[in-house]
């Protein structure tokens, strides 16, 4: 069916704004995935010997983004975040893009994430969570539906990223936001409802940026998560582990997706033939083809990128006010993690 599926719609044309680690990974599951093709990366100049240097290693032109907007069915905008609302003004105007896939946070503030939203009223828009996509992931969410969970942990731990002296304003935040953004839909998933809550019990924040947090997030329903998350670790790790009194359900994320309920391996590497498609990468671009064409709605859409930035800044709020709990109503509209904590 999914073969027939993809047969019976026209090769979907992408474009990549952005020409980091996000742009590379969203670039090579454009490769991976079925129904599409690489058009082009795009960067903020032409002359970026980074956009350059990717489209070399992809075969792809560097394009502009009015080229861009001519020539593609769907963007993925994978710039840093302080720059995606001006990256998404000047595609707004493209009448030969159908839907867009923005990365998560989707802007630095929440008034960002409105910002974007206004400026394609016209577009489909999903943010990018690619591990709401991929399939061990989605095993280990199942498994804890049927739960009560009574303790609920992320870990999350990766080397420094050394972005640089402005990384703060250009990225918004530390590591509740990198690589933080990409894994609160997921804790959120696995809590059942809505976060309605956020304390930070410990923190090392250096130059307004969080380089390691220990959070408590509550929800609507009374449900609470710990986050162990740290900028220091050798190796990227990541896992999430769910308990109740009858069952035990983990996935661990890096460095291999394999999913484990109740003791037993439940999906590896295995279940893919792509380690992007493992990650939930490959998905997401084919989910982003479809809704292009009609055949989806765009999920996960904006509201997880502002669920994202809303967890990061109520950790910043609670860090200011001694490791309180902070409710996510009070999180400020107009200041980013990094300020809030630089201020």
């Known amino acids: 069916m999914v073969a027939r599926l993809w047969k019976d719609l026209p090769v979907t044309s992408v474009g990549i704004v952005g020409a980091g680690r996000a742009a590379t990974l969203h670039a090579e599951a454009v490769r991976a995935a079925s129904g599409v093709t690489l058009a082009g990366v795009s960067a903020s100049s032409p002359d970026s010997p980074r956009a350059a240097a990717l489209a070399g290693a992809l075969d792809c032109p560097v394009l502009t983004p009015a080229e861009l907007a001519r020539v593609c069915d769907v963007a993925v905008i994978a710039t840093p975040p302080a720059s995606r609302v001006e990256v998404a003004a000047a595609l707004a105007e493209s009448r030969r893009l159908r839907a867009m896939l923005v990365e998560s946070p989707a802007a630095t503030t929440l008034g960002g994430v409105a910002e974007l939203a ?83 019990s410990r923190a090392d924040v250096v130059d307004g940026l969080d380089r390691a947090a220990l959070i408590v997030l509550r929800s609507v329903a009374g449900r609470t998560a710990r986050a ?80 994202s930035l809303t967890v990061a800044a109520a950790a910043a709020v609670s860090v200011r006010r001694g490791g309180v709990a902070v409710n996510v109503r009070e999180v400020p509209g107009d200041a980013s993690p990094f300020e809030i904590l630089s201020a």
């Open 118 to 200: 206004a400026a394609l009223p016209d577009h489909p828009i999903m943010a990018a969570v690619n591990l709401l996509h991929a399939p061990v992931v989605r095993r280990m969410l199942d498994a804890v539906t049927v739960m009560e969970p009574h303790h609920l942990e992320l870990r999350l731990g990766v080397p420094d990223p050394a972005r640089g002296p402005d990384s703060g304003r250009a990225f918004g935040g530390g590591v509740t936001l990198d690589p933080g953004a990409g894994f609160w839909p997921v804790v959120t998933a696995a809590m059942g409802s809505a976060i309605e809550s956020v304390a930070v």
């Open 228 to 307: 162990d998350l740290r900028w220091d670790a050798r190796v990227a790790e990541a896992a999430l582990e769910a308990a109740d009194s009858a069952h035990v359900a983990r996935v661990d994320i890096w460095p291999v997706p394999v999913a484990e309920i109740d003791g037993a391996l439940v999906g590896s590497p295995g279940d893919s033939s792509h380690p992007l498609a493992a990650l939930g990468f490959v998905a997401q671009i084919e989910r982003l083809a479809r809704v292009a064409h009609g055949g989806a709605h765009p999920w996960p859409d904006l509201d997880a990128g502002s669920l």
